[in-house]
Each structure stands twice: as C-alpha cells, then as structure tokens.
C-alpha cells in the first residue's frame, strides 16, 4: 500500500528577458494525495502547470517550497531513498515512439528496469518476466512481441510497452501524463480501459494528467482542475463534471464532446 502526497507545492522559474529578469510562478499552492486503488485527474489547458507537477512528482525537477511525501515520509533527494521512490513512482509517456529507443528490442526496453531494481534475479526469472508484463498489458504473443523493435509496432502497441515498462519496478503509483493524446481515436478506448484495470488489478494509485474532461470523468475517482498554476476546483468526477462550480470548468464542460447531447439535438432536428 503506497500513499503519494502533495504539500502546497510550488515551482517558479526566472525568466531572463534582456537585462531583466521575470518569475513565473508554474505551480502555486498545490496539494492532493494518490491513495492505493484510486485515480485522481488533473485537468487543464496546455501550460496550467499540469506536466510540472508531474517531474516535480517525479523528482526530475525540485519545488520552489512545500513537499513531497510517500507514506508519510519526505522523499529523499539523493542516495538510494531516491532510488527507491523512484522505483515506486512511475511514469508513462505521452509519446510512446519518443520514449522507446528505436534501436533495441520490447524485450531489451523491459528488461532493463527489472535488471535495474533487481540485480541478483537469474537470467531464466528475468525472462519470465518481461513475458508476464507483455501479457499483462494484452500483448500477445509475448515472445513474439518481444523480439520486435518500436517501428514494428502500432501507436496503441508501442504505449502498451510503455506500461508495461513503467510496471516492471514493481510500482505503488503510476504517473500517466497525456497517455493517449498520441493515439488514433479508434484505440484510445482500450488503452485507457487497461490502465484502469491494472489500476483496480495492482491497486495502484494512478495520476491521469489529460486535457479532457471527457476521459478525466469516465476513468477517474477524484478531478482537480487546473488554471495558471493553481487548482481551481475539486471534487469527486460526476460532481465536477455536472455541476461545475468555477466558470474555467465550466467552459471546459461546455467544450467537452457528450454523445448524449449530440444525439439529442440530431433526433429534434428537422432534416433528420
């Protein structure tokens, strides 16, 4: 069981423009936690501070003030307490193909992680694991799949090794930053719909960074909505959704596509 924590976070960043110098505060004031099992969203336009957030998570960036807990504990900054939360704090990419060496095999690109945090496992067990996290995210079969390199897969595909990638240290929390939005439409579906099994299988606590509002409330227990670097509005997903409160929500449901609706206002047309 792993709790990921938050505390008033903030991230500035001084900007050199000719001889001045201007701060730009990306995170202001930040707080939430990822408990075992659950999904929190965090929602926002491009440049509200949302990608921040997750390399602050991350430890690839430090915050400007407040803190980052697991399980209660400050998270180190250096020695192996850093290697260890960051085997327990993973990552998936936006962009599977950017994020995959194109020179080495699904099997190299897996292997490795386990290598890493495993280092005294026998070779014939490593094995066996880079084919359990191949049919654990439905690639199959696993020894085929594993001999092939990233341009000899799909989109869908290659995010799929990505996952798995991310799950091979064994993590608490998974950290998915737009992990669809490189997607054809046609095979968005089903890799949201694994992560979300593999949420509720490994009882992992997973943050979905998304610009949809749409995704955000169909695989998310919890919304958090960001504006400028600061969180706007919370709440559990329908309540967010339905009944925003905060006019920046509000114009983000309004653009959010709703078959139900379009639906509607098809059948009351009359040319249909």
Do not use: C, W
């Not at 936690?33 to 659950?38: I, S, T, V």
């Not at 943050?207 to 955000?216: F, K, P, V």
């Amino acid at each position: 069981m792993t709790t990921l924590e938050a505390r008033n976070l903030v991230k500035e960043y001084h900007l050199r423009q000719g001889l001045h110098t201007r701060r730009l505060r990306a995170v202001d004031d930040v707080s939430f936690a990822l408990d075992p099992g659950r999904t929190v969203a965090l929602v926002g336009q491009s440049g509200s501070g949302k990608s921040t957030i997750a390399k602050l998570l991350l430890q690839v960036e430090h915050p400007t003030a407040g803190e980052i807990r697991l399980d209660g504990v400050p998270v180190a900054r250096r020695g192996a307490g850093l290697r260890d939360y960051r085997r327990t704090v993973q990552m998936v990419f936006q962009d599977p193909f950017a994020s995959l060496n194109p020179y080495h095999t699904v099997e190299h690109h897996l292997e490795r992680p386990v290598r890493l945090h495993h280092p005294r496992m026998p070779d014939a067990e490593v094995r066996a694991r880079v084919l359990h996290l191949l049919e654990r995210v439905r690639l199959t079969p696993a020894d085929v799949v594993a001999r092939r390199r990233p341009h000899e897969l799909s989109g869908g595909q290659r995010q799929r090794v990505a996952i798995a990638r991310a799950l091979a240290p064994e993590p608490g929390i998974l950290i998915a930053d737009e992990p669809v939005s490189m997607l054809d439409v046609s095979i968005r579906l089903g890799v949201l719909n694994l992560l979300a099994a593999l949420q509720r299988e490994e009882h992992l606590g997973v943050l979905y960074i998304t610009h949809d509002l749409a995704t955000a409330r169909h695989f998310s227990d919890e919304i958090l909505v960001m504006y400028q670097g600061r969180v706007v509005e919370r709440g559990p997903a329908d309540d967010v959704i339905l009944r925003p409160r905060h006019d920046y929500t509000k114009t983000l449901a309004a653009a959010a596509p709703n078959p139900e609706r379009r639906m509607t206002e098809l059948r009351s047309s009359p040319d249909v």
